[in-house]
């Protein structure tokens, strides 16, 4: 089984900080790597695709970099809209969902 | 609109049975490969099956033997019957639309609510 580590586990950050989220594969997983966004009560919302491409009708902020093991979502400048819960999925190989991170205000 | 709208989630008694549904709308779910993923709480997402070309399906090994994924197209809804229920099934049970082909692995493009398992005695 592909087992993925995100970090960190909680994120306190400021409205318009840059927040960087990793991700690692215990093997290599080429591209095979989402990015969601959840929200108590809401739908989870795909922000990033195969890496890097960015779903449609998500902001420009949100980016996703990385290939093989090590990945890293990236959002440039923190809206109010952003404090919520992000978990990455590999899908090279069945599916596997890292533990999440909650990025909190500060 | 194209939507998922789970339902079927309830309290429910340890080895009891249960059956989810997933109604969809504005697309098709026997076009598509279609997923449950599951969240306890407090704890993180857990893929549990896919459902895709030829209606051939796979199950993450903690619930396989035990779920069983299906789709009627007529309803165009997705279904997830559960049986010999245990506390460790408690969570939210999402249902989830991948928008690739190919390989039964892809991302996950549209997603439910969620309905709410609860097992216990």
């Known amino acids: 089984d592909i087992q993925m580590t995100q970090s960190p586990s909680t994120l306190s950050a400021s409205v318009g900080d840059r927040v960087t989220i990793t991700c690692r594969a215990s093997q290599t997983i080429n591209i095979w790597l989402a990015w969601y966004q959840l929200k108590p009560g809401k739908a989870p919302k795909l922000l990033i695709y195969e890496a890097s491409s960015l779903e449609s009708g998500v902001p420009s902020r949100f980016s996703g970099s990385g290939s093989g093991t090590d990945f890293t979502l990236t959002i440039s400048s923190l809206q109010p809209d952003d404090f919520a819960t992000y978990y990455c999925q590999q899908y090279h190989d069945y599916s596997t969902f890292g533990q999440g991170t909650k990025v909190e205000i500060k | 609109e194209v939507q998922l709208v789970e339902s079927g989630g309830s309290l429910i008694q340890p080895g009891g049975s249960l059956r989810l549904s997933c109604a969809a709308s504005?697309?098709?779910?026997?076009?598509?490969?279609m997923n449950w993923v599951r969240q306890a709480p407090g704890k993180g997402l857990e893929w549990v099956s896919v459902?895709?070309?030829?209606?051939?399906?796979y199950y993450a090994d903690s619930v396989k033997g035990r779920f069983t994924i299906s789709r009627d197209s007529s309803r165009n809804t997705l279904y997830l019957q559960m049986s010999s229920l245990r506390a460790d099934d408690t969570a939210v049970y999402y249902c989830?639309?991948?928008?690739?082909?190919?390989?039964?692995?892809?991302?996950?493009?549209?997603w439910g609510r969620g309905t709410l398992v609860t097992v216990s005695s």
């Open positions: 504005g697309f098709s779910v026997s076009s598509n490969y």
């Open positions: 989830a639309r991948d928008p690739t082909y190919g390989d039964p692995w892809g991302h996950f493009d549209l």
């Open positions: 459902i895709y070309s030829g209606d051939d399906t």
